[in-house]
C-alpha cells in the first residue's frame, strides 16, 4: 500500500467545525436544491483514507468515469486530468463503448496484504461497461447489454482492469451460451455494488431485466475474493399494482447500518409511466428477507419543471455519517433536458424514512 502522502489530497483547506446541512426558507431555491455538480452521473462518494478528511466522487460523464475531490462532500472540483477510465480498446471487450462507476471498496490496513486479496491495491472499482454507445444515457433501455467489470488502483486515479471468468473480461456473464439454463438475467447485469460482510464473504448487488416478468429486479453474488463470483438469486422484485416501483427495481446500494446491526438498501424504482424514484428496504442478514421501508418513495424528482431533477432520480449513493443515526445520500438527478447531474439528500435521526435535499448553505 502506498504511503498516505500519495494518496488523492483534495484541494482547500479543510475546516475545523462540522459542516451540516439547512434548508432556510427564505433561502432556498427549489429548482436547484439537492444540487452539487452538474454534468455527471452514476456518483460513487467515499471519503479519502488516511484520515485526512477528504472526500472523492467517482462519476460517470459520457462514456467514461471522472474523479471529483471535496474537502467536505458538499464543494467538489472539477474533474482532475486524466479521466481515472476510459472505455476499452481491446475489440473483445465487453466495454468498449461506453463505462461507468458503481462501486469503490477502500482496502487498508491488514486487509490488504490479506491473502484472500490477490492485490495490495488500496482502491478497488467495480464498474459496469457495454459495448452499446446508448449504455452512456442517465437511463439506459433494458435492452442495453452490460456487464460488471474491475480495475484496481494505488491512488484512485490510474486504474488496472483486472480481468474476469467470462470470455470478455467481464466478471458475471448473462445465460447466452447454446444449451446453457435460461437465467433470469438475459439482457445484462448492471451496477455492481459490493458489501465486505466478513472475513471470505462479498456480496455483489447487481441489477437485471427480467424478460419473462418485463420487470427489473435486483439480484445478488458472493464471492472470497472480489474477482470470481457466485450467482446466488433475487433478492429484491418489483413492487404491487401501482406502487412507485411496480415496473422494477435497480441501482441497489447496500450498506451496513452500524446502529441498528442490519442492512439497508437504496433502490431505484422504476412507476408505470417510467418515473424513477429511490426507494428503500432493509434485511437483517443482507441475503434474505430484504423488505421496503415504505411503500413511498424516500426522495422524488422535483415538482419544479425547471428543477435539475425534475426528469427523475437515481443511482443512490448511501452514506453512513460519523453520528450513527446521521446519512448522506447521494444521487444522480436528470432535467428535462436530458443532462445528469449529481445531489446530496440528508437524513437526521433513528427513523431514517424519509430524506430532504440538501440546499448546500452550511453552518
Known sequence: MLPSAHLLSPPGRLLASPLRCHAPAQQALSAT???LLRGAGSPVVKRAPGGGGGWLLWHQSGARVALATSPDGLRWSAPVSPDPLLPSTDWWAFDTAAVR????LLISGPAASSRRFPSSA???LYYTGSTDERFGSPFPAADVPALPGLAISQDGRHWARIEGDHHSGALLGVSEEEGEPQAW???CMAS???VMHAGGDLRMYYHSFDEMSQR???GVARSRDGIRWMKAGKVLDAGRAGSFDECGVRHGHVVRDRAAARYVMVYEG??????????MAVSEDGLKGWRRCSEMPVLCPSEEDEGWDSAGVGSPCLVQMDGAYDWRLYYMGVGRDGEASVGMAYSEGQALQKFEKCDAVLM
Not at 270 to 279: E, K, L
Request: charged fraction near 25%.
Open 33 to 35: 436544491r439537492g444540487l
Open 101 to 104: 462507476p458503481s462501486d469503490v
Open 270 to 279: 422504476v412507476d408505470a409511466d417510467g418515473r424513477v424514484s429511490i426507494g
Open 192 to 194: 455492481p455494488k459490493v
Open 216 to 218: 427489473y429486479a435486483i
Open 122 to 124: 488500496v482502491y478497488w
Open 185 to 187: 438475467e438475459a439482457s
